[in-house]
C-alpha cells in the first residue's frame, strides 16, 4: 500500500520522462517488423508448391509478426509512435491496412476503452462482454445463452476474433460518423487492391491460403492478450463514482510477465499497467519505465501458466469484488 501512495504522488514525473518517441527507434521497429512480415509472406506463397502444412506452419510465425504490426498501428493510434500526426496517420493506415483494422474507427473506440477499464457503469465500448452475477441471475434464458455462448474460449478466442477483423471491421457502426467512417472505407479499399494485386500473381484461391491463416492466428493472439490484459485474478474493477484512473491503471491492467520471445512479438504491451497509466509511452519504452518506476513492488506479474486460470473466468462477483466461473452459481444455489 505504501508503493501505491508512493507512485501516486510521482507517477506523472516518472511516465512523463518516456513519453517523447524516438524516430531511430520507430523506425527501427518498422524495419524488424514489416520486412519479417513481407518476406515470410513470401516464403508462404513458395511454400503452397511444396506442403500446404509448412504454409500454416510459417503462418503461425508470420501471426506473430502481424500481432507485432497490430502493436505499431495501436501507438499510431495513441500518438506515440512518432511525434509526427503525418508519420503516426500514415503509417497507422498501412499497418491497419495489413492488419484489417480502420484507423480512426479503431482508435476512437479504443480511447473509449481507456476511458473506462474497470468502471462498472461503461460497459460496452472495446472490451469483452462481461456481466455481474446479478445482471446474470437477472437476465432473460435467451440473454444467458449467448452469453454463455459469447465466453465460451471457443467463440471468444477462435471464432469471435476472425469474425470481428474479417467481418465486423469492415462495416462501420450507424452512430459513427466522419474520419471513423471514412477509415472504414479507405481501409477496404486498401485491403482491395493489396488482395487484387495479391492475387493477380498467385490467384485469389492461393491469396486466401496465406491470408486468412495469418490473419486468425494474430487475431486469436490478440484477443486473447488483450481479455488477459482486464480479466486476471485479483483485478480492479468498480463503479463510476468509486472509479479510479490510476487504481485502475495498476490494478486494472495487468503486467503479463512474457517470455522474451513472446515479449518481443507482443511490442512490450505486457506492461499494460504502465500503458494505461500513460499511453502516450511507446511500446519499446513500456520495459523501461515500469523498472525504473519500480512498478514490481506495487504490482503483481501474471505468468503465462497462471493467466490460463483466466480461462475460468466468467462474471464478475460485485459483493467479493472478484471474478468467478458459471460454476460459482451453484455453490450461491441459483443453478
Not at 105 to 123: F, N, P, V
Amino acid at each position: 500500500m505504501d508503493e501505491l501512495l508512493k507512485l501516486r504522488k510521482n507517477w506523472q514525473r516518472i511516465v512523463a520522462k518516456y513519453q517523447n518517441p524516438q524516430r531511430s527507434k520507430s523506425i527501427g521497429q518498422l524495419c524488424n517488423t514489416l520486412i519479417p512480415y513481407i518476406i515470410l509472406w513470401g516464403l508462404m506463397a513458395a511454400s503452397l508448391k511444396v506442403s500446404y502444412w509448412l504454409t500454416l506452419a510459417l503462418a503461425v510465425v508470420a501471426g506473430g509478426f502481424l500481432v507485432r504490426l497490430f502493436i505499431i498501428f495501436h501507438d499510431c493510434g495513441h500518438r506515440s509512435f512518432f511525434k509526427s500526426e503525418k508519420a503516426n496517420r500514415f503509417w497507422g493506415y498501412i499497418t491497419g491496412v495489413l492488419c484489417f483494422t480502420p484507423t480512426d474507427y479503431w482508435w476512437s473506440e479504443h480511447s473509449r476503452h481507456h476511458a473506462t477499464a474497470g468502471d462498472l457503469d461503461h460497459r460496452g465500448v472495446g472490451d469483452v462482454w462481461t456481466m455481474t452475477v446479478e445482471e446474470y441471475l437477472q437476465a432473460t434464458r435467451w440473454t444467458r445463452i449467448k452469453y454463455r455462448f459469447a465466453r465460451n474460449p471457443v467463440c471468444l478466442f477462435l471464432i469471435a476474433p476472425a469474425f470481428l477483423f474479417l467481418v465486423v471491421h469492415r462495416f462501420p457502426r450507424k452512430i459513427k460518423a466522419g474520419r471513423s467512417v471514412q477509415s472504414v472505407h479507405a481501409t477496404n479499399l486498401g485491403i482491395l487492391l493489396t488482395a487484387a494485386a495479391l492475387s493477380l500473381g498467385l490467384g485469389l484461391k492461393s491469396y486466401l491460403m496465406i491470408q486468412l491463416p495469418v490473419v486468425i492466428v494474430a487475431a486469436s493472439a490478440g484477443v486473447w492478450l488483450f481479455y488477459v490484459q482486464h480479466q486476471f485474478e485479483g483485478v480492479y474493477w468498480e463503479r463510476n463514482p468509486k472509479w479510479d484512473y490510476f487504481t485502475e491503471a495498476l490494478k486494472g491492467s495487468s503486467f503479463y510477465k512474457l517470455p522474451r520471445v513472446l515479449q518481443w512479438f507482443t511490442g512490450n504491451i505486457g506492461y499494460h499497467h504502465v500503458h494505461h497509466l500513460s499511453p502516450r509511452i511507446p511500446n519499446y519504452f513500456l520495459e523501461r519505465c515500469h523498472k525504473e518506476a519500480q512498478f514490481s513492488k506495487a504490482v503483481k506479474a501474471v505468468t503465462f501458466l497462471a493467466s490460463l486460470k483466466s480461462l475460468t473466468f466468467r462474471l464478475w462477483d460485485e459483493q467479493h469484488g472478484r471474478l468467478v466461473g458459471f460454476g460459482y452459481l451453484k455453490k450461491l444455489k441459483y443453478a
